[in-house]
């Protein structure tokens, strides 16, 4: 693979809680989920994500015998051992992360997906996108009550209180939504497939402050997206990003909880 990525912290000078990182056959993307900072953890997000990417890495890169969801078994057994003792776990927003990993074994191109990051994968004239929508359907309606009113107005602040509130509430819970979190079975919930290699061109893997060019905002559909990356490269699709979020700097074009989003992109040739 030849791989190009770009990532940005939604504000300068914040911490970024995207995580990547490509060997030869293998790419981890996480997205970690923002929490409060009285959320069980005394290390935090980043810290997080940092360790569950690397684990994931490891043994996705080390175990070929298994599965991609057995390896993001392992990296979130292998993380929440690592602050168990220290840190309450059994907390709904303990921190977490989305997760994209791609990896080719022989001849086999495998994927995995949680949650709301999204895979762009092009072949011949095909472009298949895998991304998780469960968030999306569980946070409907609360998330439509809360765009009805204008951003940070009086009802829009309560109304985002309930639409977190609701995410919280069925976070890793049956008919809910799941990420990667404290517990490993979360792993199951992955979506994953395979392809044959020879049928792969190129893919792309995005956190949804990347994606929101196109699944929140609607500035052109995927194959454009893809477009800009085989042509420009990803620090271009993500300097488009924030020029669309800059001409709506008030959320009332496009309402979404954060202005800007810490986003990061991937494009990969095989």
């Known amino acids: 693979m030849r791989v190009e990525f770009a990532t940005e912290p939604g504000h300068p000078g914040e911490p970024n809680e995207d995580f990547v990182v490509a060997g030869p056959t293998t790419l981890v993307l996480l ?31 080390g175990r070929p ?28 927003d303990a921190p977490a992360a989305t997760a994209v990993v791609v990896r080719v074994v022989e001849d086999r191109l495998e994927y995995l997906v949680l949650s709301d990051s999204t895979l762009l994968i092009e072949r011949d004239d095909d472009l298949t996108v895998v991304t998780d929508d469960r968030l999306g359907v569980v946070g409907a309606a609360a998330r439509r009550r809360r765009n009805a009113h204008p951003p940070g107005s009086p009802g829009y602040l309560t109304a985002h209180q309930e639409y977190a509130d609701t995410v919280r509430a069925t976070r890793n819970v049956p008919g809910g939504h799941w990420v990667a979190a404290a517990d490993p079975a979360a792993a199951g919930e992955a979506l994953t497939g395979g392809l044959a290699l020879g049928e792969v061109h190129a893919f792309a893997a995005l956190t949804d402050g990347a994606s929101r060019l196109v699944d929140r905002f609607g500035i052109g559909d995927w194959d454009r997206l893809m477009t800009t990356l085989r042509h420009f490269g990803p620090a271009e699709l993500l300097a488009r990003v924030r020029a669309a979020e800059a001409s709506d700097a008030d959320g009332a074009r496009w309402p979404r909880g954060k202005v800007c989003d810490d986003a990061t992109a991937v494009w990969a040739l095989i």
Do not use: M
């Open 65 to 92: 015998d298994r599965s991609l969801a057995e390896c993001l078994h392992d990296a979130i057994e292998d993380t929440s051992a690592l602050h168990v003792d220290a840190c309450d776990l059994g907390r709904p």
């Open 31 to 61: 997205d970690g989920v923002t929490s409060s900072s009285d959320n069980g953890c005394k290390h935090g997000v980043p810290w997080f994500v940092e360790r569950l990417g690397t684990a994931l890495f490891t043994h996705s890169c």
